[in-house]
């Protein structure tokens, strides 16, 4: 069964910095991109930052400059830094791992971030 277990929310003042991570675990196969999203109240989830498995990466235009995402192919692992936070950057972030395998999508449980002073 497949698991991905992400860690590192919190809560920090504005200007701080975070650090998540996300391991996928169990017979994922073979991934073909890692991403995070995130989603508040009412709205929907949309994806901030993705990396695909030749290593192109994408951000959303409102992280970039901010937030850098990176992978461990070996580890199966996805990280998300997170510099520079803003309020409006407080929600509960995703990770979201592609897999050619079925059911080819796989989502992490979510973990909270708060940018508060």
């Known amino acids: 069964q497949v698991q991905l277990v992400e860690s590192g929310g919190g809560l920090v003042q504005p200007g701080g910095s975070l650090k998540l991570s996300c391991t996928a675990s169990?017979?994922?196969?073979?991934?073909?991109?890692m991403s995070w999203f995130r989603q508040t109240p009412g709205k929907e989830r949309d994806r901030v930052a993705s990396i695909d498995s030749d290593g192109e990466i994408r951000y959303v235009s409102s992280v970039k400059g901010r937030f850098t995402i990176s992978k461990d192919n070996a580890k199966n692992t996805v990280d998300l830094q997170m510099n520079s936070l803003k309020p409006e950057d407080t929600a509960v972030y995703y990770c979201?791992?592609?897999?050619?395998?079925?059911?080819?999508?796989?989502w992490g449980q979510g973990t909270q971030v708060t940018v508060s002073s």
């Open positions: 979201h791992v592609v897999s050619a395998l079925s059911p080819f999508r796989f």
């Open positions: 169990g017979n994922i196969g073979r991934i073909l991109s």
